[in-house]
């Protein structure tokens, strides 16, 4: 039976299948059932929250419309895959993460293995379907419209940023005492 530090590593791994999971229902429902650039709804009837099919060729933010069309495989497909690679090796081999920091990486796994699975699988692209009035902040009206995926990886890289924070705190009061 494997030991209680393998299912400690492997728990959090659940968020992982479970970001996929609703990504892939939820960008499966949207696709299914309305056409691209639909406006399904205004949740609130004054423009704060819309619900809204739409495709993204390109990466955050619409970085990477310039690359040529040709290379874009490369950089969003294969470069994601090996970062993606990259992290889960490091995860399973650093003795150093405390448990929110497994937690924060799994759930940014899920949700770029969410998005790759539409790059690989949805020509049309992304599906991305959220988009929330932003009110000219950062120069954004509209915060770019995004998916459960997106959500989940902007949200454990927010949380796995302030557990380095706390754990670099702790380990500075430690080493004063």
Known sequence: ???KNFWERAAPFSL???VILLDQITKSY???NWSIGTMIVDVF???LLRIYHMRNKVIAFSLGGGIPEAARPALFIILPLIILGVLCVFYWKSNDFTRLQRWAIAGIVGGGIGNLLDRIFRPEGVVDFVSVKFFGIMGFERWPTFNVADSAVVICVFLWLISLFLTRDKDKQG???
């Open 1 to 3: 039976m494997p030991n």
């Open 45 to 47: 009837n004054n423009d």
């Open 30 to 32: 949207i696709a299914n």
């Open 16 to 18: 992982t299948a479970l």
């Open 175 to 177: 080493a004063a005492a």
